[in-house]
């Protein structure tokens, strides 16, 4: 009957076989060279705390962070605006004065109605103003980017449409492309003769009832002021345009808190709205200029220019990266950043990336870690 210290090594001879032990346990033997662990260990270490380029990038502006930026800024602007100006210039402005003059201000609208009078109010405000316009005008375009999200989802079908016909245009069934090309040339054409009257007319449709909204808050104000219809509409329509003549504008204490509110939300809803009109003119042209695009065909000079290695062929990296930059949806100088990024974490120039090459620049950036220290 074998002893316990036989069963022990036969188990390590097993264990030696296998070249590791059960999951998390050390290996105990030199099968497996130090090289190869330190390279488990790496990539165990990537895969833990290893973050996705593309799953972690998300632009500032739509980013939660961006929301908190502007109801912060907005908020320090409120603050700085009461104790400055309520408390310390001008005692005679009540809390509400103070958040008035504050939207006011950075909004642009500057009725004049409500202005520092001492000398040390002039002063301060003069910093206050350009703080209101260089920082919360930035917060007003970001809200204005959220407003007209909802648009850019609605046009987004249309653009990939016109994305899709394009790229049947390069299909690889050769024999049935000049007759599907000129399908969809005539139908860009359908679409570029379209009457840009309709067009417009539909877009007014649209955005009026937003407009509508807007004068039906304006009415609020109106009515506990005590002016007409016409001095209504002509009162919110200077100020959403931020013109603010002073000429009309909220004297109670409840009708300017109520402007505290309005005036931003008027204001960055005709930021929108002339938003979706420039959007409006940019879908036109593009189409113009897609139709153009489409209309060519693709020559040897195209070729020429899509194989950027100078091989004398054209490999998938190449078509995608002319196409993007035909099609506008990047520029050439983003292109050309992005392969020499390539370039560079392609340590062993195989032309691909691999565990070596991560390997081998995390070799390098130690030795000149290890040279800077000395």
């Known amino acids: 009957m074998p002893s316990l210290k036989d069963k022990l090594n036969r188990a390590r001879q097993a264990m030696r076989q296998t070249g590791a032990g059960a999951e998390g346990t050390p290996l105990l033997s030199g099968s497996i060279t130090a090289k190869a662990r330190k390279e488990r260990e790496f990539w165990r270490f990537q895969k833990n705390k290893g973050k996705s380029l593309a799953g972690d990038f998300v632009s500032f502006e739509a980013s ?3 929301l908190r930026f502007c109801f912060i800024s907005i908020l320090v602007y409120f603050i700085v605006a009461v104790v400055a100006f309520s408390i310390i210039f001008e005692p005679d402005w009540t809390v509400i004065d103070g958040l008035y003059y504050a939207v006011v201000t950075f909004t642009t609208v500057g009725y004049g109605d409500l202005a520092p009078t001492t000398h040390g109010g002039q002063i301060f405000a003069i910093f206050f103003v350009l703080f209101g316009i260089a920082i919360l005008g930035v917060a007003l375009g970001i809200i204005g980017d959220r407003l007209v999200q909802a648009q850019e989802i609605a046009i987004g079908g249309v653009k990939s449409n016109a994305e899709n016909r394009v790229v049947e245009m390069f299909n690889d069934d050769v024999d049935n492309q000049t007759e599907r090309a000129g399908t969809v040339i005539e139908e860009v054409k359908e679409e570029a003769e379209r009457s840009i009257f309709s067009d417009f007319c539909m877009l007014i449709c649209r955005e009026g009832p937003i407009v509508i909204v807007v004068l039906l808050l304006s009415l609020v104000i109106g009515a506990e002021e005590g002016w007409t219809y016409v001095n209504t509409c002509y009162y919110a329509i200077v100020t959403i345009t931020t013109v603010g003549y002073g000429d009309i504008s909220p004297q109670t204490q409840s009708m300017r ?3 505290v509110f309005f005036i931003p939300l008027s204001v960055s809803v005709l930021a929108s709205i002339l938003g979706r009109i420039a959007g409006f003119y940019m879908d036109r042209q593009a189409a113009k200029h897609e139709k153009d695009f489409l209309e060519r065909e693709l020559t ?3 070729l020429s220019e899509m194989d950027t290695d100078g091989d004398g062929e054209v490999c998938r990296g190449e078509f995608l990266s002319f196409m993007l930059v035909a099609m506008q949806k990047v520029d050439k100088e983003t292109v050309d950043q992005l392969t020499e990024l390539f370039n560079r974490l392609d340590a062993d120039g195989s032309g691909s990336l691999q565990k070596n090459d991560l390997m ?9 870690r290890q040279g800077e220290a000395v």
Do not use: F, K, S
């Not at 081998?360 to 000149?368: D, P, V």
């Open 64 to 66: 939660p962070r961006a």
């Open 257 to 259: 808190l109520y402007a």
């Open 300 to 302: 040897l000079a195209d």
């Open 360 to 368: 081998l620049l995390t070799r390098r950036n130690n030795l000149n």
